[in-house]
């Protein structure tokens, strides 16, 4: 079978180059001309069809790089709790949305198999009761008092539970990430009105007796392109995550929630390596006041379960979770100007290249400790490797004047300032 593929391999590639050599200008053509430069547009279109053809045929071929394959015993779980959600009646809509979707347009170009540990479903019809009913028929080792966590909703009608998953002997541990929405409430996040980062706004509908599983394989053998249950409302997404772009359309009627796509797209870049800022975008950010993102993180007013909320989007890019590049983060944050935006006095660091070059180290050493087994639980926290960011203002009063803008909880204050002075020193 492997080497089947190869020569399929070879086929594509020949194809391809034959499409391309064909539509190549020849000497003596007028490239300015109309109807040559339409001829070539035609051309270009041809050679990215029979390409897109060759990949669908490769991908069917090389099943063994199939990441839907490597994670069967997991989705197919998943498929039981969707039968039982679906069998609450035909008033019920499922979509699978983050990182689960992303993820597997991700691994069409990069020949990655993904592991499928988060998984996100919006669910349109379906009491809280009756979801974790289904939830525990279908993962009979989950205890709903131990495992299920609620989360605050700021929307009416929508309801978010988190449900941890325990592994077992054929099945690692998951996260079940459910937004549960009441009759007459749409998946705002979805809509091409909401400005979030275009490939995570993609939803993959889960029509009543289909598996996810078999949805999810057709669209990496398709490349993302002809499956009508994929909805990307942006119409960038599924080429935004095959290229690495975290692209934010800024949409005027929902301008306050723009600076919810820098945060989110700040928590992607450190990661997962070689995301970037579309250059729009950063140029969005980049222009922003600081006014708008001091307004932003207010949310409902300076302490309410909504300004918290969005502190922890900004907390959240300094997770000390394996594999993360805080690095990254900190450059991207520097390139939009938001350190000295949002916290104040932070601009004289940004902007002086030997203060800003231990700030990076500090904050680097800080996530480093934090996977050393053994740390000490205080030091492996967001807040802990976020103080570090502050360490190169000259007292803890200033410290203390650069998270005016957050709110924050007493205690991860308190951790904040005892990060800082110990890196200060």
Same mark, same amino acid.
């Given at each position: 079978?492997? +080497? ?22 020849? %000497? ?7 109807? +040559? ?8 279109? +041809? ?10 045929? #490769? ?7 199939? %990441? ?12 039981? #709790? ?72 700021? #929307? ?9 998953? %325990? ?29 979030? =980062? ?17 949805? #999810? ?95 922890? @989007? ?70 802990? =490797? ?26 991860? +204050? ?5 990060? @800082? ?5």
């Amino acid at each position: 079978m492997q +080497r089947a593929a190869v020569r399929l391999v070879g086929v594509s590639v020949a194809i391809a180059l034959a499409a391309g050599s064909a539509v190549a200008a020849r %000497p003596g053509e007028r490239t300015g001309s109309t109807r +040559r430069m339409a001829v070539r547009r035609q051309g270009v279109r +041809r050679v990215r069809s029979l390409r897109a053809s060759a990949g669908r045929v #490769l991908r069917r071929a090389m099943f063994w790089r199939n %990441p839907v394959r490597a994670n069967r015993t997991e989705l197919a779980a998943v498929d039981r #709790l969707i039968a039982g959600l679906h069998a609450k009646g035909d008033h019920v809509e499922i979509s699978l949305k983050g990182s689960t979707l992303y993820r597997t347009l991700a691994a069409i170009d990069r020949g990655k198999r993904p592991r499928y540990t988060d998984v996100d479903l919006a669910i349109h019809g379906v009491r809280e009761s009756d979801a974790l009913h289904a939830v525990k028929r279908a993962f009979p080792e989950v205890d709903l008092a131990r495992d299920v966590v609620r989360k605050p909703a700021f #929307l009416h009608g929508v309801t978010h539970v988190q449900v941890e998953v %325990p592994a077992t002997a054929t099945r690692r541990a998951l996260q079940l990430d459910l937004s549960l929405f009441e009759p007459g409430q749409s998946d705002a996040s979805a809509r091409r009105s909401f400005p979030g =980062v275009s490939f995570t706004k993609m939803r993959l509908a889960i029509p009543a007796g289909t598996r996810l599983s078999d949805l #999810l394989r057709r669209t990496w053998i398709r490349g993302g392109r002809g499956v009508p249950e994929l909805r990307d409302p942006d119409r960038t997404g599924t080429s935004d995550i095959r290229r690495g772009l975290l692209r934010v359309n800024p949409i005027s009627t929902a301008r306050a929630r723009l600076p919810e796509g820098l945060f989110h797209g700040m928590y992607l870049i450190g990661k997962r390596a070689g995301f970037r800022f579309h250059r729009g975008t950063a140029k969005v950010y980049r222009e922003m006041p600081a006014e708008e993102l001091v307004r932003f993180l207010a949310g409902d007013g300076p302490g309410s379960d909504l300004a918290r909320v969005r502190t922890g @989007y900004l907390l959240s890019a300094f997770r000390t979770d394996a594999g993360r590049d805080p690095r990254s983060t900190l450059e991207v944050g520097r390139e939009v100007e938001l350190w000295g935006k949002v916290l104040p006095g932070m601009d004289a660091v940004t902007s002086n290249a030997a203060r800003w070059h231990r700030t990076v180290a500090r904050v680097d050493a800080a996530y480093r400790s934090a996977r050393q087994p053994g740390a000490a639980p205080e030091r492996t926290t967001r807040e802990w =490797v976020f103080g570090a960011l502050l360490s190169e203002l000259a007292t803890p009063a200033a410290a203390g004047r650069a998270i005016t803008h957050l709110s924050l909880e007493p205690e991860q +204050r308190a951790r904040i300032l005892r990060s @800082y002075d110990h890196h200060h020193r």
